[in-house]
């Protein structure tokens, strides 16, 4: 690429950081006397509000034998109050215009409302109400199970690179909580009882243990008096103490095998990886250049994995690399694909290890460099047109225990990445000894068994 494009694409990419910085919305942060953590971003750009509950618990709080549950009670949490019926809390936001759901991942549950921005008490009224008045009745929880049960069976049992990617999480961690799935294991799920949800309830479903965003057309202090008239008299709880979970150095490459009926082999492969939360002050560039390297990896039809293994070598049918820099644990760097036709797992491992070799031996291009960077930017920046993403950007940080304010500085950081620091993490961490190997050999398919439904998968399960 000619020079003086290269310092065209340079200058946008800071151009846009610049102008992210300067338009970024006011955010305000309050703290009620019970605990609860309130923070409020206006966008007065539409006359909506996105009011969302975020409490701490997750499957990685989960322990042995008593999987699902973060996940069950998710469900039970719209089956009635003392004050509100089963279901009446989706059908009163309903009836007032708004949609609404709830989402269980490792490290959070979630629940969501979007309205017309004057119904917002209308959300803060009925998720106070299930904050702490929520009845866990036995006939609700017997029907409610058996439909996690059947949700685990179509998006993870029966949908093969799902349980593929389940299968090489519970090899890939020792002791970090994240080999638990989100769903649960089905024999967990089989000896769940509505004793256990009342219990998991009880102990996470505090003000204390939660934090509430709302981001829309709003008045802060308004809506900080509108949380202390519905949340203010809720009592707080003392929360567990977490263990630290030190994840063994892993000394050698781990590989597993996984026959499941399917119409294609799969691939997935994966490196031990630290994340904001875990990285020291002097290594806290690390994450966002692992998240560069996945961009030059699979960022879109120009990156790496599509281009040279797709398209040119026509070895792989699909790549990708994935990377979580905000998760509350050290993770994992991913990259998985599929053997285009004629081509093995063998020929598609040895090309993804080559194309990580080459990250490791040969500096990125500034050119490359400053066009993944480009791309990267523009779909944070883009990102921020949606009030529902930059709730849920607060909404994580926060709940894993990070700042809210890195979202607003992360297109600098991104921006100040350098080549060398991308094969620097490239060859501290993606390194043979610290790799997992999943491989799904596929069986004949069963042509009178129901199919899992197109796109299902087995991470994070929505309502």
Known sequence: MHKYIVAGLCLWAAAFAVNAQDTTPATHEYRLANGLKLIVREDHRAPVVVSQVWYKVGSSYENNGATGLSHVLEHMMFKGTRKHGPNEFSRIIAQNGGRENAFTGRDYTAYFQQLEKGRLAVSFELEADRMRNLLLKQEEFAKEVRVVMEERRLRTDDDPEALTSEQFTAVAFHSNPYRIPVIGWMGDLENLRVADLQAWYKTWYAPNNATLVVVGDVQPDAVFKLAKKYFGALKPTPRPTLKP???????????????????????????????????????????????????????????????????????????????????????????????????????????????????????????????????????????????????????????????????????????????????????????????????LDPLPIDPNKPRAAAGATGGHNVR
Do not use: C
Request: charged share 25%; no cysteine.
């Open 245 to 439: 979970h030190s994840e063994p150095e892993q000394i050698g490459m781990r590989r597993i095998t996984v026959k499941a009926p399917a119409e294609l082999p799969y691939l997935l492969m994966g490196y031990p990886a630290p994340v904001l939360k875990s990285v020291s002050a002097s290594d806290a560039w690390e994450p966002y250049a692992l998240e560069m390297l996945s961009a030059l990896l699979s960022g879109g039809d120009s990156a790496r994995l599509a281009k040279h293994l797709v398209r040119d070598q026509k070895i792989a049918a699909n790549a990708s690399a994935g990377y979580n820099l905000t998760a509350r644990l050290p993770d994992m760097f991913m990259i998985d694909g599929t053997p285009a036709e004629g081509h093995s797992i063998g020929e598609l491992e040895q090309a993804l290890r080559g194309e990580i070799k080459r990250l490791q031996d040969e500096p990125v291009s500034e050119a490359e460099l400053a066009r993944i960077k480009t791309q990267v930017v523009a779909n944070e920046i883009y990102q921020r047109d949606s009030t529902f993403a930059q709730a849920m950007q607060i909404g994580t940080l926060e709940t894993v225990g990070l700042d809210w304010r890195l979202m607003d500085s992360y297109v600098e950081k991104i921006t100040a990445v350098t080549a060398e620091q991308v094969q620097q993490v490239a060859r501290k961490y993606l390194i043979d000894d610290r790799l997992t190997v999943a491989i």
